[in-house]
T-cell receptor, first 117, second 114 residues
């Protein structure tokens, strides 16, 4: 069965430092997509970054990058130069089949990040 | 800038009452989804609609029904609410087909069943 594992329930990081949030996944599909979402205390789910299983380069979006290690089945989120506004819950998610009509997402349990001044 | 709009934002029900959560998207997306979020469990898929006119069960469909009213709207109905359905409910939409298919979420509905 497909599964997403986030082993860090909570993390602290100092403002302006980089932080890595871990995500491992389990799938037998060759084609899949990996996503990270941010959920601030206000509750909305905000899309951050996407990595396709066939993408050769690691995805980057501004201060966010995805450290994709296919053989290890890991898709860690790296946030550079942390800001106070980065304090939030972060969810890793996997799409079951690439480009499939269902496009269903499986979510991890999340990591709560606290950025300290 | 509306994106995905959910109503209501908050709701309190008594056990056995019914209600419908509304969701509408203005991005011309084909696919729509309903998730619930419980503490420590991430988001779990309740029902989804891959395209207008179709609906399918997700991981936790029991106690819920859905209607894909048209391409824009996808509603979730609780026929007889139970305390176990106390949760935060999110609606999402995606373009469907091949490609990234990023799901965009509404702001959520916080439901308490007493």
């Amino acid at each position: 069965a497909q599964k997403i594992t986030q082993t860090q329930p909570g993390m602290f990081v100092q403002e302006k430092e980089a932080v890595t949030l871990d995500c491992t996944y389990d799938t037998s599909d060759q084609s899949y997509g990996l996503f990270w979402y941010k959920q601030p205390s206000s509750g909305e789910m905000i899309f951050l970054i996407y990595q396709g299983s066939y993408d050769e380069q690691n995805a980057t979006e501004g201060r966010y990058s995805l450290n994709f290690q296919k053989a290890r089945k890991s898709a860690n989120l790296v946030i550079s130069a942390s800001q106070l506004g980065d304090s939030a819950m972060y969810f890793c998610a996997m799409r079951e089949s690439y480009g499939g009509a269902t496009n269903k997402l499986i979510f991890g349990t999340g990591t709560l990040l606290a950025v300290q001044p | 800038n509306a994106g995905v709009t959910q109503t209501p934002k908050f709701q309190v029900l008594k056990t056995g009452q019914s209600m419908t959560l509304q969701c509408a998207q203005d991005m011309n997306h084909n696919s729509m989804y309903w998730y619930r979020q419980d503490p420590g469990m991430g988001l779990r898929l309740i029902y989804y609609s891959a395209s207008e006119g179709t609906t399918d069960k997700g991981e936790v469909p029991n106690g819920y029904n859905v209607s894909r009213l048209n391409k824009r709207e996808f509603s979730l109905r609780l026929e007889s609410a139970a305390p176990s359905q106390t949760s935060v409910y999110f609606c999402a939409s995606a373009s469907g087909g091949s490609g990234k298919n990023i799901q965009y979420f509404g702001a959520g509905t916080r439901l308490s069943v007493l």
